[in-house]
């Protein structure tokens, strides 16, 4: 039997988010890191903003898709669970905003890990990785 799938654009479900915020030295921040092979987004560590030489860095929302530029073609992405929301990436990180209601249509746990999965990443969301 086969599943009831379609193929969508990506562009009907998820945007690029592209704000930015500038690091005041007087407070601590949370960043983030993605696990290879599709396990997720996790705590890497908090730190004071005078720690952090790269002021310009990218706030997480929750169930943002967070994919590392470095680490995407092993599988260096996932969801931003609602405890790491308002933690902070470097640019080399690109975040989307998903349409909550499709993001588990797409990405779903029997999708995520596979083949087909990370070919359209490679393919659509960072052509520079081909």
């Known amino acids: 039997m086969k599943p009831k799938w379609r ?40 730190v004071r903003g005078s720690d952090i030489k790269t002021k310009k860095q990218f706030p997480l929302k929750a169930n943002d898709l967070l994919v590392a530029e470095i680490d995407a073609k092993v599988g260096g992405y996932g969801i931003v669970p609602p405890a790491l929301a308002g933690a902070i990436v470097s640019s080399h990180y690109f975040t989307y905003e998903v349409d909550p209601t499709r993001i588990e249509q797409v990405i779903g746990q029997p999708v995520k890990r596979g083949r087909p999965w990370k070919s359209r990443c490679r393919r659509r969301v960072f052509p520079s990785l081909r």
């Open 7 to 46: 193929t969508v654009p990506l562009g009907e479900f998820i945007r690029q988010r592209k704000e930015h915020i500038l690091i005041g030295d007087d407070r601590s921040y949370r960043r983030v890191t993605t696990r290879l092979h599709g396990r997720g987004v996790e705590l890497r560590d908090e």
